[in-house]
């Protein structure tokens, strides 16, 4: 016995008298046996085994004892991690079972077998991990066990975070819903070797956002399906989250049934194995929506409208709409840019782009659905269409006194610089909110009645959806006075003509707001017109407190009352000038002096904070002063000579200035807790981007029909010889997107061969220069010469050859050595140039101004003016980009043709990421021929710049090359 059998025997007297309570003589005999046995095994394991059974023996049954021990002591392989794993275990038997059966129990015994078998302390670390886990389930962990024991054997390096996801998204499950979620991922796990912690985390992201009803068709579907195909299981569960934004579960359920019919079908094959991999390959597009069948069942019954699928559509409808082209994007893309727009839900415009929900699914029905996607577009084009960020401070309105033009007030916007007219105008106010929401109730209700106007062909759905804007509105009686009166501006704009409601005490301004808005309804007045109706209305309202009155205290407004038509002297000019000023005076004050604040606050505490009126979902998101500024950098014909001097001016603190005083801003004090500072200077970096990425778009990048490029869409199939699909790396989402570029390959027409002469005999002092740098810089290879007269070694061949020639009678052949001599240069070369539009510009004098190149200023003319410098034949006075583009290659081609060295040369434009085109000049394995000097003379400036495709096109060409080195010049 072991000289420790002592400290056993304590813990065995200590622990004998309760255990004989629970077992019968015989048992307890059998119990001491096995302690006896155990000393001789481990006294640590004997002691954790007497001291754990008196507990134990509450949860075991007699005919138990022997496999509880078996269980626990099979953990012991010799070691003292081993014996302290099967302490630990025989410790724990207590507590476990106060939540899991005794069959369960030993299933958990096997799952800490199989840990222990890879590491001990995973061992362990799970039995603590357990006790808590199994208590949170409360009696209900069978299959959690089952789990853990599948997943020690398929995925035990993931144990520790199953447990953490079990803990994290499993025990909060109703019952039901976990032992279902955890039995499927059991399957998963086994059929298909699917991450079951990954079935867990989307089933409960999925199960969250479902009802009790659709749960149990939810499972449903998942166990049909992983019996058919686990790793469509896997996808099912991806893309389930998407189908749910555009159709029922019941829809959704008709989609499943028909993918399961596609697996099912019979389909002619060779041999049976075949035939289940085809049927693989069907299911696993079907459920990944790759397949069109797929797409197309879901279209069939979905009622919503994806941007996506629409986008060419409401692009041409704009074309048609204003006669220029006007870009169609998600909403989000603009959000992400975190330029001064925050939401994703609305649809806007930068005043070059309008910006829309990526899905509308507002009705049950597609055509309804399509019907707000065009209102909701058309309210955005009309914003670009009918000038409202065309906005002149100095211009005059046609309906009402220019207000603007005041002395006091033109007195004190005169001594700061603004970016923007608008931003200018809007300094005119105190209460900078109040401005801005009555300009855009104003300017939008100009914006449809221009609309009605001029588009009769949408004024039904229009209408329509303009009605159903006034639903879920908040009620007038609600409201404080002065956001009760902006609700009641609100509805009129949107049509409501019966029950409505003013404040008694203010009917008379609420006619006088109406008649504000009757005159800016006109088909005739532009955007100085609600300018000048904002300045009259903010004079109205500012002057009332934003206080809550009783339900009787407001009375019916009726909106077709002819009592009050407008009259621009109802409004006194001296009047709303001092009432400004007056604000002004008092906001200074304040600004310095803060002692008179306490008089006040007894005054304002019945006043509530002014807050801007609830969104108009069809309208969208406006932002003027920021549209103003973006829309300046598109170069419109009567803005380009004023930009570009105002452009060099533009600085970061110009831009703060600008954005701390816009109301436009508010959103960011709202909607976030980070400070103001911070969440501003982050703005306004990512702002000055923008404009600096605008300004080199406009000024290298063509128009009209090159502009094409939709950047959505799926994958590309290329079908047609020539042409090859690559991936594209999207810096956004940090992947790359599959097959998402086409490349069509050309062969360079000829042209004449004279330019390539020329280019050498000015030249000529260059060429020795070239060609030993390409001797220095390309790495040359040793090889093995044989058959020499002398050298480093015999040749054995050439020695057995000229022994049997003596032999035979024949005069052998005296090279009988070999060396190895520095003689080839295995090396390829392919040279790939930009041919984009841009290469057109001049070199020589590119200190000069426009003017003094010739360079036109209005952008359509401005590539007109590129593209007839494209064609060859004319004479000119000036060295173009591309022009050193071809001299640079004819230079370097000569010198490797000297050399013998392997070499192509390429180019790429193009338009769009349907069409790369990749121009072949000469191939590598192409022989160097009086064709290649004529292909040379016709590169030419093209379209835009899509440089990834190119290249990755270039170096699969370079691959197939047999040579040792290769090498790509990007030109």
Sequence with gaps: MSPRSWEASIDYFNSSVDVQRHLPSAQFI????????????????????????????????????????????KLYKGTWKSAKLSSGFFESTSYLMEYISFEEWAKYAEFINNLSKRSYDLAIESLDLSKSLFEKLDNDSGETINLLLDSSEKNWKDIKIIFDTLNAYMVEMESFSRNQVLNLARKLLI???????????????????INNEEKDLFFDMAKSLSSISPKSTNDFFDILPILLEKINFQQIKTWHSKGINIFQSNY???????????????????????SKESRD????????????????????????????????????????????????????????????????????????????????????????????????????????????NNEEINAKILDNDYLTDLSKFFDIFSDKKLSLDLFTIFESTRVDSHIFSHYLGISNIYTDIRKSALTNRPEIKDLPTREALIELLIRISLGQKSKLLTPIDYSNEAKKLKSLLKTIASDIATVEDSAEATIRAYHLLSNIKNEQVEEEDFEDFDPDDSDQEFEDENFQEDEIIKSLFSEFYKNNQENHDSTDTSENLDNDDLENDYSSPQDIDYRGEFKPELSQLLSQMEYSDNQMDEFNSNNESITQEQLEEMLKNSPEMEQLDHDANQSDDSQLSEVIENLMKELSNRDIDNTQNDSGSLQHVDEDGGPLTATEAGSYTYDEWDFRAAEYKNNWCMINEKVMPDGESEFYKKTLNDNSHLLFQIKKQFELFIPEMYRKQKRLIDGEEHDIDAVLEAVIDLKSGITPDEKLYWRRNKHERSVSVAFLLDLSASTAEAIDDAKKTSDEWGAPDDPV??????????????????????????????????????????????????????????YTIKELDEKFTEVIPKRIDRISPLHATRMGPAIRHTISKLAESDTKSKFLFLI
């Design 191 to 209: 059929t298909g070797n699917i991450n079951s912690i990954d079935t867990m985390k989307k089933s409960y992201s999925i199960l969250s956002k």
């Design 30 to 73: 059998s119990w001491t046996k096995i302690g006896t046995k155990l000393c001789k095994l481990s006294i640590d394991i004997a002691k954790s085994y007497f001291l754990s059974s008196p507990k134990a023996m509450l949860r075991i049954r007699p005919r138990h004892l022997d496999d509880w021990v078996n269980l626990s002591t």
């Design 861 to 918: 003319e401005y590539m007109a003016w590129l593209r007839s410098k494209r064609t060859d034949g004319i004479r000119r006075a000036y060295k173009r980009i591309v022009d050193v583009e071809k001299e640079g290659i004819s230079l370097l081609v000569n010198s490797l043709e000297n050399l013998g060295d392997t070499y192509g040369i390429y180019g790429f434009s193009g338009y769009g990421r349907e069409n790369v085109e990749f």
């Design 297 to 404: 069942i879901i279209d069939s019954l979905s009622s919503s409208i994806e941007l996506t699928k629409v986008k060419d559509i409401i692009r041409n409808y704009s074309l048609a709409l204003t006669g220029r082209e006007i870009e169609v994007k998600e909403s989000s893309q603009l959000a992400e840019k975190n330029i001064g727009w925050f939401g994703d839900e609305l649809a806007t415009t930068e005043g070059s782009t309008i910006f829309m929900p990526s899905i509308v699914n507002r009705y049950l029905s597609k055509d309804k659905n399509f019907g707000f996607l065009k209102v909701i577009s058309t309210h955005q084009i009309g914003h670009i269409e009918f000038g409202s960020f065309e906005f002149e401070f100095t211009k005059k309105s046609i309906f009402f006194e220019n207000l603007r």
């Design 268 to 290: 002619q094959k060779d041999d049976e194995e075949s035939l289940q991999k085809y049927r693989n390959e069907l299911i696993e597009d079907f459920f990944t929506l790759k």
